[in-house]
């Protein structure tokens, strides 16, 4: 079964103070997909990043960035100098990439609440 | 990316009343899924909605409950049945399978307040 842990419930940083999101994940495949979304308070859900376990690059994208380690079952992500409009719920989600029943399916961790001060 | 649209963004209904929640996509996709968001909590997978056949239920979720149709590639459907306080939620469509075909889109979502 897959599992995916956000241990941080929430965190509150001053703004352009950078802040870490941890997420930890557990999963039998190798084939596999690694997502972050971000969920202001209007409710919507925004895609930020996939991440396929083939490909352990980190990336970097405006302020925000992601470091993929397989080893410590590890996608974490940092933004940097942090803005209010940073202020939202985010998840990070793991999918299990095969064909055939339950294909595709996310499994989201409990989601990190970030607040951001002005 | 796909874009969805989900009607209605939000309601309040009646207990023991029943809701049908529309999800459009302007593209075709492959797979459909519906995904529940209690209040303050994360998300979960109520069910795989599959094209022209009955759709697949996770653990927990019943098709008497929620009934989900998906007669095309673009459009579904899912009805929260005899509702009670408890499926007070954020009812979220999602997509797999369309212009990028690895990343899944979310819906805008419905808020259902049952009273």
């Known amino acids: 079964a897959q599992k995916v842990t956000q241990a941080q419930t929430e965190i509150s940083v001053v703004e352009k103070e950078d802040v870490t999101l941890d997420c930890v994940y557990e999963?039998?495949?190798?084939?596999?997909?690694l997502f972050w979304y971000k969920q202001p308070p209007s409710g919507e859900l925004v895609f930020l990043i996939r991440?396929?376990?083939?490909?352990?690059q980190n990336e970097i994208s405006g302020r925000y960035s992601w470091n993929f380690q397989k080893s410590t079952s590890s996608f974490n992500f940092t933004i940097t100098a942090s803005q209010v409009v940073d202020s939202a719920v985010y998840f990070c989600a793991l999918s299990e990439a095969y064909s055939g029943a339950g294909s595709y399916q996310l499994t989201f961790g409990k989601g990190t609440k970030l607040s951001v001060i002005p | 990316s796909a874009v969805i649209s989900q009607k209605p963004s939000r309601d309040i209904c009646q207990r023991g009343t029943s809701l049908t929640i529309q999800c459009q996509v302007d593209?075709?996709?492959?797979?459909m899924f519906w995904y529940r968001q209690q209040p303050g909590q994360s998300l979960t997978l109520i069910a795989t909605a599959n094209q022209g056949s009955e759709a697949t239920y996770e653990s927990g979720f019943v098709i008497d409950k929620f009934p989900i149709s998906r007669p095309n590639l673009t459009f579904s459907t899912l009805t929260v049945s005899n509702m009670s306080p408890e499926d007070s939620s954020i009812y979220l469509c999602?997509?797999?399978?369309?212009?990028?075909?690895?990343?899944?889109?979310f819906g805008p979502g419905t808020r259902l307040t049952v009273l």
């Open positions: 999963t039998r495949d190798t084939t596999y997909y």
């Open positions: 991440r396929n376990s083939f490909d352990e």
């Open positions: 593209s075709q996709v492959t797979m």
């Open positions: 999602s997509v797999w399978g369309g212009p990028d075909t690895d990343t899944q889109y």
